[in-house]
């Protein structure tokens, strides 16, 4: 049942034979004769760093230790066909991780890609510490700090696939080596590969490891179930082969006169699944079907279903125990026809039939889709499809671990704190959720976002401020002149979201000449205070507020986007709001807000007097309806109130819609002018901007010249302050066909 080991080739001196072993993975993986001088260094670089941490340890056969561990994965991922950078990664892991060995050597003696997957692996331990904090309900830091690793290993194991293929061989070696562990080692290592590692080699598709991750597991959980189950196997194996070996004549017989090629051959049940299917159906061991099992391989679907009809001739199947997994695959892709039928002497018997290609994908899963001979270099439609459904079963997996309690703060910190991202070569990036393509092109290069002219989202052209979703695949449009635009600084335009973005294009504004930047910084200020009507503030005390030596040091700071025109704007306002308001030329209307008394704010009641009704005594949070009363304003009603809902009845035009309000600030009336050309939607445009920025609308005038197909509009808006008039004046000014958009100048 469970695979053992084979033994390492060994010198005259009772060695290990590095080289014959080395050439034993490339015969076995399939690469090239150039790969035998990196896996011999690799292997001596392992077995040399063991040998330094304990100068009287020989390596004798035998003998676990990390050097030896990493050679046990090494023929693992060669069974799996992987290429050579995950499995030079695979001989130096364990050296690494038990810090016999420096990432820093490992780099600059294999490269880049072979540190990147070692570090991969090492993340990857995250979930293991999850599952176990998780179970003594640890919150707080600790599990922030969790959430940050986990994070950290999604992005590892999706962006690429080797990483956890690495992690799965390292605990496959893991649980071979605890049977002579005292049981608390064994009990625990057993327990964190049933719980995570065996459901991703399920996700992965790859059945032979999963087979055996199962059932180890299972001998250390349940140690009298598996005695038990294959003590009854063992009874049973002599009688089961010789009965195997009479269904495979007859199959073979049948199929050779049908002209179709067949592989066939006899299926071990494993113990676990025996157990599983007993529990589940609550049957006994005699009423597992497929303790008597043959598999037959042919080369094409059309076969599968030929050899079924066959099959079906030869023997009466039993109803309800049919699958057919080539029209509808499992959930990790994987592919076959099932059916249970009374074989010779009416004993119950399974068939398995399946072609070499849906066999290969049982077995080794996503390893036979992805073989790495190198890496992404050509970006494919059926590369990025792949990803996007390994980016799915990674997600789904990581659900299935069931990390209670700590599972709502994952969802947080992985599906909602940070989205994950396609290249257009396909590799996965990280960003902050609400980035944008900005923030994606300086996360990928300082130069890529300093170019960046446009962006495309799963082939399609969409804005700069376009918010980017998980899955979605990106690619940055750039020029040949590094030219941010200050328009990617204005806060309300969120075309950066990000603080290294941010960070990246005031660096790339300061290091322009500062003539340059006093004269920009000044006609962007200028512009401002034109378009909110804002008269010229008392510039020194301005300066001396903001902390600068002189104007021209402000100016500076401006067009160098050190500091923003928001920053100005806010303390031009402090400045003007610690004088009288006769005084200041920039006086706005004042609205006092509406309430219905002791902290309890009505929305969309305006200033009439408010009453909460006392037939059902509405509270902050319940549904509610207003009523016009004749004389004591506007009566608040839950809007499951009986009175209410005769009064709707009754006297629908006295019925009004309200909502609880938080505490509202006091807002300022102002008159913003447009000048446009006129086109379908405009109107629309215009009012959908300002209610999705939530700014009330107060009045509206519009005037049409049909001759030029212009129009003149002023718009009569609530605001808090000039930052907020500010972003909505920017955001008008980017509509289409707006010509421009100001305030009234009073």
Known sequence: MVKVREDYPVTEGGYIDITQWSQRIIDTAGLDDKSLPLLIQAADMANSAEQQVSASDNLWFGRVSSFLTGLEMTDILADLHLDLDPLLAAILYRSVREQKLSIT???????????????????????????????????????????????????????????ALIKLAERTCAIRAVKDADSPKRLSVAKEVADIYAPLAHRLGIGHIKWELEDLSFRYLKPNEYKHIAKLLDEKRLDRQSYIDKVIDTITTQITKNNIHADISGRAKHIFSIWRKMQRKGIGFSEVYDIRAVRILVPTTKDCYEVLGIIHTLWRNIPHEFDDYIAAPKENGYRSLHTAVFGPDNKILEVQIRSETMHEEAEFGVCAHWRYKGTDTKQTTDSYEQKISWLRQVLEWHEELGVNPLVDDLNVGVEQDRIYVFTPDGH??????????????????????HRCRGAKVNGRIVPLNYTLQTSEQVEVLTGKQDIPSRDWLVEGLGYVNTSRARAKVRQWFSEQARDQNITDGKALLDKEFKRLAFSQPNFAELVALLKYKSLDDLYAAVGASELTVGQVLRAAQKMLSEHSPTESTISLTGKAPSSAGNDVYIEGVGNLLTTIARCCSPLPGDAITGYITLSRGVSI??????????????????????????????????????????????????????????????????????????????????????????????????????????????
């Open 105 to 163: 050597i490992v780099r600059e003696s294999f490269g880049e890609t072979v540190a990147k997957l070692i570090d991969g692996v090492l993340r990857m331990a995250a979930i293991s510490s999850l599952r176990n904090d998780s179970e003594h309900e640890v919150f707080g830091k600790q599990s922030a700090e969790q959430t940050n690793n986990v994070r950290k290993m999604l992005v590892a194991i999706v962006d690429d696939v080797r990483v």
């Open 428 to 449: 996965i990036m990280d960003l902050p959720q609400g980035s944008t393509p900005l923030d994606f092109a300086y996360r990928v290069h300082t130069e890529i976002g």
């Open 637 to 746: 009603h839950r809007q499951d109130c009986s009175n209410i809902l005769q009064l709707q009845s009754d006297e629908p035009e006295r019925i009004i819609k309200v909502a609880w309000g938080e505490a509202p600030k006091e807002v300022y009336s102002v008159d913003i002018i447009m000048e446009a050309y006129d086109r379908g939607g405009l109107l629309k445009d215009i009012a959908t901007l300002l209610d999705n920025k939530r700014i009330n609308v107060s009045a509206m005038q519009t005037l049409s010249n049909k001759g030029q197909n212009t129009v003149e509009m002023m718009i009569s808006v609530d605001i808090k302050n000039f930052s907020e008039l500010s972003q909505i004046l920017a955001h008008l000014n980017q509509l289409p066909n707006i010509v421009t958009a100001h305030r009234k100048v009073v």
